[in-house]
């Protein structure tokens, strides 16, 4: 008899990961996580990044039990991308100016991440250019403020990677809990899908560790870009700091100006009315 696909375990497993003790059904193993953090924040910095992994259940479940691992021998607790570059929280001592050991931590990580994942989804929005169009067109009203549209279209991007996998059924995603804006993607997600998105505390769920490091690393680097000083070499070094990234296959974007105009021609945004 074949097995049945069982929701709740599937939660269970999303949540809980290695803790969840009981055998995992048969079905499950064709049952999708992603797992989804911000960063950046549109009144503060040039751009904002929404990333995130998608996964079966029995590869989170190995990812839990070695990114821990991995923490645990650098007397690792909680990886945090800002404290990681900053040299605070659980990096503040031992790490600054340890050039080769910082990466050889990085490498082992995302070996980790690259044998455990299935997938990479990220979206970045230029902040001025949404401004810009914002300006022209009901972005706003239509399709989300800046932490919404990227969360949107990581969503629709995961869902449909996901319908193509014949999974769509079997697929949980949770978005990183107490972003800006979250009541926003909420109302959007909800008019788009009939029910509002699962947010978590990252403190429940590893995955968003690594979410975490993808998201800070892609928009550092397209803000670095976004520079008056930013040159081909400088570019050259900001693509070798994410080369690290692009070996997980990827749904992948940057929405600028002329992006957003052609979405907003898409989705049949109105455009505003002339006072």
Not at 183 to 210: C, T, W
């Amino acid at each position: 008899m074949t097995a049945r696909y069982n929701y709740w375990k599937h939660l269970a497993m999303s949540v809980l990961f290695s803790k969840y003790s009981d055998e995992v059904q048969i079905a499950l193993a064709t049952a999708y996580t992603g797992y989804f953090d911000a960063s950046g924040h549109p009144a503060q910095q040039k751009a904002i990044t929404v990333a995130g992994f998608a996964s079966t259940v029995k590869k989170w479940n190995r990812f839990d039990v070695e990114w821990t691992k991995i923490l645990r021998s650098e007397g690792i607790d909680l990886f945090r991308m800002t404290d990681f570059v900053n040299n605070s929280g659980d990096f503040a001592i031992g790490w600054k100016d340890e050039t080769q050991k910082r990466k050889d931590f990085i490498a082992r990580l995302m070996k980790c991440l690259e044998n455990n994942v299935n997938k990479a989804f990220r979206t970045t929005l230029v902040i001025a250019d949404y401004n810009k169009a914002n300006k022209l067109y009901e972005l706003k009203e239509f399709v989300g403020r800046p932490y919404a549209l990227c969360c949107m279209v990581c969503t629709f991007t995961l869902r449909k990677w996901a319908k193509k996998k014949n999974a769509e059924r079997r697929l949980l995603y949770y978005f990183e809990d107490g972003d800006f804006d979250k009541g926003n993607f909420e109302q959007m997600h909800k008019a788009a899908y009939g029910v509002r998105p699962q947010f978590l505390d990252k403190s429940r769920a590893i995955a968003f560790q690594s979410a975490d490091f993808a998201a800070w690393k892609i928009r550092n680097s397209i803000e670095s870009a976004l520079r008056d000083d930013h040159t081909i070499e400088k570019g050259v070094r900001l693509l070798q700091s994410v080369e690290m990234l692009s070996r997980i296959p990827k749904d992948a974007g940057a929405l600028n100006y002329e992006s957003l105009l052609q979405y907003c021609a898409a989705w049949k945004v109105p455009k505003r009315q002339s006072k």
